[in-house]
């Protein structure tokens, strides 16, 4: 993980700052710059680190310096890396998980004799064709560079290239076909004449499944390829008899879909609908058929149009959602996602009793604009507040409620948000149990606007019928001598307008 370690001295501060972490980096000096200093660590593994930062000081300040611990937690990943030599080319393959077995999606720099491929990983297998070397020994190094939250991971290894008089000819030609169209894929095996070689076991190896076949009098074998949408590797292996040499071939099947969706962003209600293409197996496109969405948990059956089209309306809150599309002829089934962004944008507030926070609120019409000049409404405590948004479609409501939780919900154009609006005290107290006459105090604290303690504040009590006027120290508080008899008291406690009441019981 890269880390940058900040040290922050007086803006006018000048010279260097010297970093260091103990028992790793020899001392790095780092120039000062507008009361700033930093050093770029590239990369450090998981684990705790003490890290010292020297400032040596100039005309104006002395020298100081700090220690701090870091600690970094990254997933540990680890890197797999296969080669196969075939006759013709060679095929890598690379499977990337973190230590746990989670699927990791990202590049791999693949090195072999001084090249660089790059290998495209995604749910964790990354495969692909590269140009066989001369006959000899290799050896590649494989490279995940890792992010903020993953590791690093390294693969290395040999591997040899074998010089190879094959007297077999093994043929297996990619496919391309359409989803369930009745494609087999297959491979012919014949000696270097061209006559067949029957009664040979081929295996045919694809999505992570391996299938023995036959030759039959013209040395073919073939596979149904009965799999979902997208492209595979097959690798093709004939193991060899005692009068021909094994070989091993590698191709590629691709597999068109019979209904193709797309991720929709979309404002809340908009005009935006999600729409399918569907095809038969034969790729021809269904004409006026019913296919089959669902979304949300609900199903919703749609026909389509001459162009094999099938379009769904939105209408739901904001948030992420799958949708899957199925084609009813076919059966295949394709998911999407579609995110419906919300025209409401803000956020829960915290702020204390009368101070000058207000609740926010950025609202946008439903092209993605912001919306100007616009009339929102808030709910909040049962009462309904009408605002207008400024030039940035801002608007804003200011909060007077006492202390307290409470839900603010704003509403535009046919969508409501709930939000928390949390009004914290200025006058803080809390409830007396105690001994009779064991010296206990009631307390009341007095804060400003952002929470600091007030003092020299005027507080008032009144408990059993009686005033009392107190002070408030340099923390803030104002105490009030307990000596009643026992039982139970109310006591109210009054500063700026605001009163709350509070128990007292005496043992």
């Known amino acids: 993980q890269n880390v940058r370690i900040w040290a922050i001295v007086n803006d006018d501060a000048t010279g260097n700052?010297?970093?260091?972490?103990?028992?790793?980096?020899?001392?790095?000096?780092?120039?000062?710059?507008?009361?700033?200093?930093?050093?770029?660590?590239?990369?450090?593994?998981?684990?705790?680190?003490?890290?010292?930062?020297?400032?040596?000081?100039?005309?104006?300040?002395?020298?100081?310096?700090?220690?701090?611990?870091?600690?970094?937690?990254?997933?540990?990943?680890?890197?797999?890396?296969?080669?196969?030599?075939?006759?013709?080319?060679?095929?890598?393959?690379?499977?990337?998980?973190?230590?746990?077995?989670?699927?990791?999606?990202?590049?791999?720099?693949?090195?072999?004799?001084?090249?660089?491929?790059?290998?495209?990983?995604?749910?964790?297998?990354?495969?692909?064709?590269?140009?066989?070397?001369?006959?000899?020994?290799?050896?590649?190094?494989?490279?995940?560079?890792?992010?903020?939250?993953?590791?690093?991971?390294?693969?290395?290894?040999?591997?040899?290239?074998?010089?190879?008089?094959?007297?077999?000819?093994?043929?297996?030609?990619?496919?391309?076909?359409?989803?369930?169209?009745?494609?087999?894929?297959?491979?012919?095996?014949?000696?270097?004449?061209?006559?067949?070689i029957r009664d040979a076991t081929i295996e045919i190896t694809v999505n992570g499944r391996s299938y023995d076949k036959i030759t039959d009098e013209k040395g073919s074998v073939s596979l149904g390829l009965n799999l979902d949408s997208g492209i595979y590797s097959v690798v093709v292996k004939f193991k060899g008899l005692p009068n021909y040499t094994p070989i091993t071939k590698h191709a590629n099947v691709t597999i068109e879909p019979t209904v193709k969706g797309l991720d929709v962003v979309k404002m809340f209600r908009n005009s935006t609908q999600y729409y399918a293409i569907f095809t038969d197996s034969q790729g021809n496109f269904l004409k006026n058929k019913n296919v089959q969405f669902n979304i949300n948990g609900v199903f919703y059956t749609k026909t389509t149009n001459d162009k094999g089209i099938a379009m769904m309306g939105i209408n739901l809150n904001p948030g992420k959602y799958i949708i899957t599309a199925k084609n009813l002829v076919t059966g295949e089934q394709s998911s999407n996602i579609i995110t419906v962004k919300s025209l409401i944008v803000q956020k829960d507030l915290t702020k204390y009793y009368l101070n000058a926070s207000r609740f926010q609120t950025t609202i946008y019409n439903k092209d993605g604009s912001l919306a100007v000049n616009k009339e929102v409404t808030f709910n909040i405590n049962g009462v309904f507040y009408h605002r207008t948004t400024d030039s940035n479609g801002v608007a804003s409501l200011g909060i007077s409620l006492r202390p307290g939780e409470y839900i603010i919900t704003t509403m535009f154009d046919g969508l409501a948000i709930g939000n928390k609006v949390s009004v914290l005290p200025t006058l803080v107290t809390k409830n007396l149990n105690m001994k009779y006459l064991d010296g206990s105090s009631f307390t009341a604290q007095t804060l400003d606007g952002q929470g600091k303690p007030l003092a020299n504040q005027n507080v008032s009590f009144n408990v059993n019928g009686v005033f009392y006027y107190k002070v408030t120290d340099n923390n803030g508080m104002a105490k009030l001598n307990i000596r009643l008899m026992p039982g139970e008291y109310i006591i109210t406690s009054c500063w700026n307008n605001f009163q709350t009441g509070n128990t007292i019981r005496i043992f």
């Open 17 to 196: 700052v010297t970093f260091r972490i103990l028992g790793l980096y020899s001392p790095r000096n780092k120039t000062i710059s507008n009361g700033n200093a930093s050093w770029l660590i590239s990369p450090l593994t998981s684990g705790s680190y003490t890290i010292n930062a020297y400032y040596n000081g100039d005309n104006n300040y002395l020298s100081s310096n700090t220690t701090t611990v870091i600690s970094l937690n990254q997933t540990v990943s680890v890197l797999k890396v296969n080669v196969e030599v075939y006759e013709e080319d060679m095929v890598v393959t690379a499977i990337l998980k973190t230590q746990d077995g989670q699927l990791i999606t990202g590049n791999v720099t693949l090195e072999i004799n001084t090249k660089f491929y790059k290998i495209v990983v995604v749910d964790g297998i990354g495969v692909r064709s590269i140009e066989k070397p001369s006959v000899g020994k290799y050896t590649y190094s494989a490279t995940y560079k890792g992010t903020d939250k993953i590791s690093r991971a390294v693969d290395t290894g040999v591997f040899e290239v074998l010089p190879v008089d094959y007297n077999v000819i093994l043929n297996a030609p990619d496919v391309k076909m359409i989803y369930h169209d009745g494609t087999r894929f297959t491979a012919t095996l014949t000696d270097k004449k061209g006559n067949p």
